[in-house]
């Protein structure tokens, strides 16, 4: 099992940033991916962003691209999503997630979930 606590979320204006952290603990090396989903009211779940574990390979949805970005430190089993020139539509639940890469890329699947983080973004 794997646990996740995300942390970061409020409210900002547009154009501003936040940084949104998650903090993995239990078996995290069953997985090799860790990464940010989003969902808003009303919307289906959107994939945000992933990273590995060894490599640091990350890929993003393109409706982030160039705007967020995700790193991570393993010292600390800790995930980041830096997002910057934020907008309205970015307002949304932002759940940490872990799993396979692959499978987040491709189709959007992971094996565990956080409790997700309240990010609201005025106009």
């Known amino acids: 099992q794997v646990q996740l606590v995300e942390s970061g979320g409020g409210l900002v204006q547009a154009g501003g940033s936040l940084r949104l952290s998650c903090v993995a603990s239990?078996?995290?090396?069953?997985?090799?991916?860790m990464g940010w989903f989003r969902q808003a009211p009303g919307k289906e779940r959107e994939f945000v962003a992933v990273?590995?574990?060894?490599?640091?390979?990350?890929y993003y949805g393109d409706s982030v691209k160039g705007r967020f970005t995700i790193s991570r430190d393993n010292a600390k089993n800790t995930v980041f999503l830096q997002m910057n020139s934020l907008r309205p539509e970015d307002t949304a639940v932002y759940y940490c997630?872990?799993?396979?890469?692959?499978?987040?890329?491709?189709?959007?699947?992971?094996?565990?979930r956080g409790q997700g983080t309240q990010v609201t973004v005025s106009s």
């Open positions: 990273i590995t574990w060894s490599g640091g390979t990350t």
């Open positions: 997630a872990a799993g396979a890469y692959g499978s987040m890329v491709r189709s959007s699947r992971f094996d565990y």
């Open positions: 239990g078996s995290i090396f069953s997985t090799n991916g």
